[in-house]
C-alpha cells in the first residue's frame, strides 16, 4: 500500500505545486520513504534535513498524529496507507 | 620499477607486500630511495599504502608495505572511463592522501592511475609514496636527487603524469602532485589520459602547450572546473592546496548526491516575487541592499541621494544577514543569505535587481558528513579579487570559510581554518560561533584575515592553506586571561585598500589598529563615549578616516545616554568627532550591528546605517549632516550599497597631509570613556 506525504504550502514550489505526494513502494520505515521523497523532490530534502541527516530543529514530522521524535525518529515503521506530515513549528521571534 | 611479491611476516603473522628494486640503480639512486622510503613510512593515513620497513639485504634494496587486495586504477578505467561518482569518490580520497603527505613536507612526485589501488569496498590507497622528496632536504642534495629521480621516472613511463615545470626542469613542488592528480582524474573520467602523443617529444610539448581536449558532456561542470584547474599549466594558478581540491571534490559529491530533477539541469527554481514594487534601476545610481530579521529591502536613488524608492520585502520572514553586489565582468548581480528558523540557510542571487531571485534545491554550503557540523547561518558573503572574478568567499556559522571558484555553482570548505587547532575553542557569543567578516588584500592574493566571534582574527599568507592567529594587544573582558592568543570576540575589522597592511578594529570591548597586517594592535579609543560597538567602516577614499557608531555597554547594547551618534576618526584613530546633525539627540535607544552600516563610493561619500527599531538613516555628505531615510522596517542586520554599473573604485588617497580633527577630545569625554575591565 501506497503512503502519502503532505507538503507544507513554503515548500510545495519544490513539489511542482501538490500538496501531497503519494509513495506507492510500500516504504517500511520513515527513512525509506523520505529518500523516495528527496528523489521525487530534492528541493524539499535539505529544508526539512540538515547536512547531517537529522530533521531540522523546528520542523516536525508526524506519522498518523504522532511526532516521529517519540516514535523512533527517522526509524518510525510505517503502516500501510499511512500520511506523513511535515509541518513547521511555531517557533518564531 | 622493480618486483612485487606476496610475502608473510612470520613475526607479525601477517601478509604483506614486497617490494625489490632493480639492481642496475647506482648507489645515489639507492641511497636517495632509501632516505626517501624512510621518510615515507612516516606516513600513516587510511588512502596510503603504509610502508612496514625498508632497507638493504646483499646489496638489493627493498620496501615492506601493506598488502593491499585491490585494483589499479589503470586496470578499471576502460575505454569508455568510469563512472563520474566514483570518480568524485576516489579523487577525494587522492587528495586526502596528498593533503596528509605535503602536510608532513612529502611531496609524491609519481602519482599516476597505477598507483592508486582501489579495493572491492571502494577505499583507495595510493602507492609509491617511497619515491617522495622531502621538500626540507638540503639544496644540493635536492639537485642531485633530482637527477637521479628524472632518469628513474622517465624510463618508468610516467612522462604523461608529469607537469609543465618539471618537464621544465624546475624541482617542483606539492602543485606538480595536483597536477598529476588532475591527469588521474580526467584519465579516469575519458579513458585516456589528457596529453598524448606518439613520441616523448610530442607528448612533452602537448603538456607544455596544448590545453586539455575537453571532458565528455555528460561529465558534470563542477568537477570538470576542478580538473581544468589542477591542469593548470602555471602552478600559481592551480590549487595551491591539496586540501583544497579535497574540499571541492567533496562539496560536489555532496551536491551531487540527490539527483536533479530532469526539467531543471540547475538545480535552482526561480523565486518570482509578485504584487511588489520592483525598482527602476540605471546606470549611475545608488542602490541600498537593507537586510531585515523579516526580509530583504532594495532603495534606489539618483547620485543626488535626495530621495529613494523602495522595494521589498522579498525574502518574506527569513533574516538576511549577508548582502552583496558583484559587478565584476560588467554583471549585475545581487546576493543574498536567507535565513530561517524552520528551513535553513541558503544563498540566492538575482540578476534583475530583485524581480527573480535563484532557489536552489539543494544547500550550497553544507558541511561534510565527517565534519558532524550543521550550517546555521551564512554571516558575511565576499567577492574575490577583480582579478579572480569567479571566486567567492563566505563566512557562516558555525564559524568557517567557504569558497567558491565558479561563481557561487559549488562550494567547498576552507580546510586549513576549520582544521585549525585553536577551533575547538573558539565559543559563542550572544549572536553564535560565526565567522562573520572576511578581508582580501588587493596587493597580495595569498593574504587574507578574518573575524570569528568569538575566536579573533586569523590571517593567511598562503591562500588559505594555513592560518594563525593575529590577537596580540587586543584585550578580553570574558577570560581570566586579558591577552590571550585567541579567543577575542572580535566584532569588525576593515581595512583601506591602499594600505592593507593597516587594520582597524572594533572589538567587544576596545577599538584599535595595527600597522602591520594585524601581527600586533594598539588602541585607538581616544575620545569616543564607549568603545564598545559593532559597526565600523572604512572611507573609500581616505585611507585615515574611518566610523564607527558606538553602543554604551554589553549589558545595556543601545546608544549611550538615548544619543545616536556616528564618530569619525580622520587621523586614523588619534582622535574622534561626533556626526550628529539630524540624528536623534534624545530618546534613541538604538543598536546598529556589525554590518548594518556601510559607505557608498561617490564623491562626497555616503554613509548609511540601519537600526534594531528598523530606522534607515543616510547621509550624501560623509556624515555632516543626516537624513532619515526610512522608518518603520523590520530590525535590520545588514546594510550595503553600491553605484550601478561602476566597478567600485578605490581612489588614491586624497593628499598626503594628514587632517587632524578640528574638534579635538575634552578631557570630561575621556572620563566618560566606559571600559569595563
Known amino acids: ?93 | 620499477m622493480g618486483v612485487v611479491y606476496r610475502a608473510h611476516d612470520q613475526v607479525l603473522q601477517r601478509d604483506v607486500a614486497l617490494k625489490f628494486f632493480a639492481e642496475t640503480l647506482g648507489p645515489d639512486a639507492r641511497q636517495f630511495l632509501l632516505r626517501e622510503a624512510r621518510a615515507a613510512s612516516a606516513l600513516s593515513h587510511p588512502n596510503i599504502c603504509t610502508v612496514h620497513e625498508v632497507g638493504e639485504a646483499d646489496g638489493e634494496f627493498y620496501i615492506v608495505m601493506e598488502l593491499i587486495e585491490g585494483k589499479p586504477m589503470s586496470v578499471s578505467i576502460g575505454s569508455g572511463g568510469l563512472p563520474y561518482e566514483s570518480v568524485m569518490r576516489y579523487g577525494a580520497q587522492i587528495a586526502g592522501a596528498l593533503t596528509h603527505a605535503h602536510g608532513r613536507n612529502i611531496v609524491h612526485r609519481d602519482l599516476k592511475s597505477s598507483n592508486v589501488i582501489v579495493t572491492p569496498e571502494g577505499l583507495v590507497k595510493v602507492l609509491d609514496f617511497g619515491l617522495a622528496r622531502r621538500l626540507a632536504a638540503a639544496q644540493d642534495e635536492v639537485t642531485r636527487a633530482i637527477d637521479t629521480l628524472e632518469s628513474v621516472v622517465t624510463t618508468g613511463g610516467t612522462l604523461s603524469y608529469m607537469s609543465p615545470e618539471v618537464l621544465r626542469g624546475e624541482p617542483g613542488d606539492y602543485r606538480s602532485d595536483l597536477w598529476a592528480l588532475g591527469v588521474v582524474l580526467y584519465e579516469a573520467l575519458a579513458g585516456q589520459v589528457p596529453f598524448h602523443g606518439r613520441t616523448t617529444f610530442e607528448v612533452s610539448s602537448a603538456i607544455l602547450h596544448d590545453p586539455p581536449p575537453p571532458l565528455p558532456a555528460r561529465i558534470p561542470p563542477g568537477l570538470a572546473a576542478i580538473i581544468q584547474r589542477c591542469l593548470a599549466k602555471e602552478p600559481a594558478l592551480r590549487y595551491q592546496r591539496a586540501s583544497e581540491v579535497q574540499a571541492a571534490l567533496e562539496a560536489i559529491q555532496s551536491a551531487s548526491a540527490a539527483p536533479k530533477p530532469p526539467n531543471d539541469q540547475r538545480g535552482s527554481l526561480t523565486t518570482v516575487h509578485r504584487g511588489i514594487k520592483h525598482l527602476q534601476v540605471k546606470n549611475g545610481d545608488v542602490l541600498l541592499l537593507v537586510g531585515t530579521m523579516k526580509g530583504v529591502f532594495l532603495l534606489r536613488s539618483s547620485a543626488q541621494r535626495a530621495r529613494w524608492d523602495i522595494a521589498g520585502p522579498y525574502f518574506h520572514g527569513q533574516a538576511t544577514y549577508a548582502l552583496a553586489y558583484d559587478s565584476r565582468q560588467g554583471r549585475h548581480r545581487l546576493w543574498a543569505s536567507t535565513f530561517s528558523m524552520l528551513w535553513g540557510a541558503f544563498l540566492r542571487s538575482s540578476d534583475e535587481y530583485g524581480r527573480t531571485w535563484t532557489n536552489p534545491q539543494e544547500a550550497p554550503i553544507r558541511f561534510p558528513v565527517d565534519s558532524g557540523a550543521t550550517l546555521t547561518n551564512i554571516w558575511q558573503i565576499c567577492l574575490g579579487r577583480p582579478e579572480e572574478p569567479n571566486v567567492i568567499y563566505c563566512g557562516v556559522e558555525p564559524a568557517a570559510l567557504y569558497k567558491s571558484h565558479d561563481d557561487g555553482e559549488t562550494w567547498s570548505l576552507v580546510r586549513g581554518l576549520f582544521d585549525h587547532p585553536h577551533r575547538p575553542r573558539w565559543m559563542p557569543g550572544l549572536g553564535g560561533l560565526a565567522l562573520h567578516t572576511i578581508l582580501l588584500d588587493p596587493q597580495n592574493p595569498e593574504r587574507m584575515y578574518v573575524a570569528i566571534s568569538a575566536g579573533g582574527v586569523y590571517a593567511t599568507e598562503d591562500g588559505g592553506g594555513t592560518w594563525q592567529a593575529r590577537n596580540r594587544g587586543i584585550r578580553v573582558v570574558h577570560m581570566p586571561e586579558k591577552y590571550p592568543e585567541f579567543g577575542q570576540c572580535v566584532h569588525k575589522i576593515v581595512m583601506h585598500p591602499s594600505r592593507p597592511e593597516r587594520l582597524f578594529l572594533q572589538n567587544h570591548w576596545g577599538l584599535y589598529r595595527s600597522d602591520n597586517h594585524g601581527e600586533s594592535w594598539q588602541d585607538i579609543a581616544h575620545g569616543v563615549p564607549s568603545d564598545y560597538g559593532f559597526a565600523m567602516v572604512a572611507h573609500p577614499h581616505s585611507p585615515d578616516c574611518v566610523y564607527i557608531l558606538p553602543i554604551e555597554s554589553d549589558e545595556f547594547r543601545c546608544t549611550p545616554e538615548g544619543c545616536l551618534r556616528v564618530y569619525r576618526t580622520r587621523n586614523a584613530g588619534e582622535s574622534w568627532e561626533p556626526l550628529t546633525r539630524g540624528l536623534p539627540k534624545k530618546g534613541a535607544y538604538e543598536t546598529v550591528l556589525r554590518d548594518a552600516m556601510t559607505t557608498d563610493s561617490l564623491d562626497p561619500v555616503g554613509i548609511y546605517f540601519g537600526t534594531r527599531s528598523g530606522q534607515l538613516y543616510g547621509s550624501a555628505d560623509e556624515g555632516r549632516t543626516w537624513k532619515r531615510i526610512l522608518d518603520g522596517l523590520p530590525p535590520i542586520v545588514c546594510v550595503k550599497s553600491a553605484v550601478v554599473g561602476e566597478r567600485r573604485v578605490t581612489r588614491a588617497p586624497r593628499g598626503t597631509k594628514q587632517t587632524v580633527s578640528r574638534r579635538r577630545s575634552s578631557p570630561r569625554e575621556k572620563s566618560k570613556i566606559r571600559r569595563k575591565r
Not at chain 1, 513502494?25 to 526539512?48: H, Q
Not at chain 1, 496507507?81 to 511535515?86: D, K, L, N, P
Open chain 1, 1 to 93: 500500500m501506497p503512503v502519502t506525504v503532505l507538503i507544507p504550502g513554503p515548500l510545495r514550489s519544490f513539489a511542482d505545486g501538490k500538496s501531497h505526494i503519494v509513495i506507492e513502494r510500500s516504504p517500511t520505515t520513515l527513512a525509506d520513504a523520505l529518500e523516495v521523497l528527496w528523489k521525487r523532490c530534492p528541493g524539499i530534502r535539505d529544508r526539512v534535513v540538515t547536512e547531517q541527516g537529522q530533521i531540522r530543529e523546528h520542523i516536525n514530522v508526524f506519522v498518523g498524529n504522532e511526532d516521529v521524535r517519540y516514535t523512533g525518529g527517522l526509524q518510525t515503521p510505517l503502516l500501510d496507507g499511512v500520511e506523513i506530515s511535515i509541518i513547521p513549528a511555531i517557533s518564531g521571534g
